[in-house]
């Protein structure tokens, strides 16, 4: 029997209204990378507004299947090195997935004059459903304690979030250098 999804709202082809909301940071003509990409809902936002798009995932059976996305099979945990070592992009967006480890990794990943954006639950989520492990959810700050020493911070959110569903979510979005 196959594992219980850890989210469950992966199949959601909408992209994030907070991708969506800072899409605009991510310069003109630069390539975005689109961590633990799944269904590549913001993979195929950001090929559709005309950037090249690099989609990794341990699962790129949806990912091939996107016209003009580059779809790189990882595993990103289980102590496998970082895919992508010294590639920066003009964005890097992760939504729904938390793997610590990760964290450097993708701070260094962020071009000089490209931004992060990273949405994910936050601890206490568990009220309103899944993900309820703490190993998946934020603790207070924790985008901010991650990632502001090496990038700008432009928007930071925690809290309480109705749509697409009631959760709790944390949400960041950093730029590496001078505003844009
Ligand atoms: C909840 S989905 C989020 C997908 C997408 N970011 C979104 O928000 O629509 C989590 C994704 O993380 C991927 N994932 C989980 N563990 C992984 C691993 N060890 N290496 C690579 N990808 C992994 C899953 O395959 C899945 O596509």
Redesign the pocket.
């Given at each position: 029997m196959q594992d219980a999804p850890?989210?469950p709202h992966?199949h959601l082809a909408e992209p994030s209204s907070w991708v969506v909301a800072h899409a605009s940071l991510v310069p003109a003509g630069g390539t975005v990378l689109d961590v633990?990409?799944?269904?590549g809902?913001?993979a195929k936002f950001f090929a559709d507004r005309g950037h090249r798009v690099t989609a990794i995932?341990?699962?790129i059976g949806a990912l091939i299947a996107l016209a003009g996305i580059d779809a790189q099979r990882?595993?990103?945990?289980?102590g496998k090195p970082w895919p992508l070592p010294g590639r920066q992009f003009a964005g890097v967006v992760v939504?729904?997935?938390l793997h610590r480890p990760l964290f450097s990794a993708l701070a260094a990943s962020v071009a000089p004059g490209g931004v992060l954006i990273y949405e994910t639950f936050a601890h206490g989520n568990g009220q309103y459903g899944k993900p309820d492990n703490p190993d998946f959810l934020l603790n207070d700050n924790e985008l901010l304690d991650a990632f502001a020493r090496d990038l700008r911070v432009v928007a930071y959110m925690h809290g309480y979030v109705d749509s697409p569903r009631p959760a709790l979510v944390q949400r960041i979005a950093a730029v590496r250098g001078a505003a844009h």
């Amino acid at each position: 029997m196959q594992d219980a999804p850890r989210f469950p709202h992966a199949h959601l082809a909408e992209p994030s209204s907070w991708v969506v909301a800072h899409a605009s940071l991510v310069p003109a003509g630069g390539t975005v990378l689109d961590v633990a990409a799944g269904g590549g809902r913001h993979a195929k936002f950001f090929a559709d507004r005309g950037h090249r798009v690099t989609a990794i995932d341990r699962d790129i059976g949806a990912l091939i299947a996107l016209a003009g996305i580059d779809a790189q099979r990882a595993d990103l945990e289980n102590g496998k090195p970082w895919p992508l070592p010294g590639r920066q992009f003009a964005g890097v967006v992760v939504t729904n997935y938390l793997h610590r480890p990760l964290f450097s990794a993708l701070a260094a990943s962020v071009a000089p004059g490209g931004v992060l954006i990273y949405e994910t639950f936050a601890h206490g989520n568990g009220q309103y459903g899944k993900p309820d492990n703490p190993d998946f959810l934020l603790n207070d700050n924790e985008l901010l304690d991650a990632f502001a020493r090496d990038l700008r911070v432009v928007a930071y959110m925690h809290g309480y979030v109705d749509s697409p569903r009631p959760a709790l979510v944390q949400r960041i979005a950093a730029v590496r250098g001078a505003a844009h």
